[in-house]
């Protein structure tokens, strides 16, 4: 007969770190959750500055095929949503460049002007 294990099992153990996680972040201040991105972010940088092609190309296949299982599970009604938010991300990224072409010409003209006189 086996031997019962005593005190947490390792599952249990991780539930509670991460309950734990949670109940911190709930109290954390803004410069406490900045500092705690931004660390997560830089973390995710290195990782990604060592890794081979190969693993670059299998997390970039993962992240695609996460992608399809999540876009063929969602409704109608969340596609729509999904698609309006990409045409309204679209037309602003075209309004940014257009407002940045026409800064682009107000200096250029601004400069040539400045050379004339």
Not at 8 to 18: F, K, L, N, P, Q
Not at 40 to 68: F, H, I, K, P
Request: charged share 40%; proline share 1%.
């Amino acid at each position: 007969m086996p031997k019962r294990k005593r005190g947490i099992t390792g599952d249990v153990a991780s539930r509670r770190e991460a309950i734990r996680k949670r109940e911190r972040r709930v109290v954390e201040t803004e410069e406490e959750r900045s500092r705690r991105l931004s660390t997560m972010v830089q973390r995710g940088q290195d990782r990604r500055a060592e890794e081979t092609e190969e693993q670059r190309n299998s997390r970039l296949s993962d992240m695609a095929q996460r992608g399809q299982e999540r876009r063929s599970e969602e409704t109608d009604e969340q596609r729509n949503s999904r698609l309006s938010a990409m045409v309204q991300h679209a037309r602003e990224r075209r309004l940014n460049v257009i407002d940045g072409q026409n800064q682009h010409q107000i200096q250029t003209f601004y400069a040539a002007r400045i050379v004339l006189i």
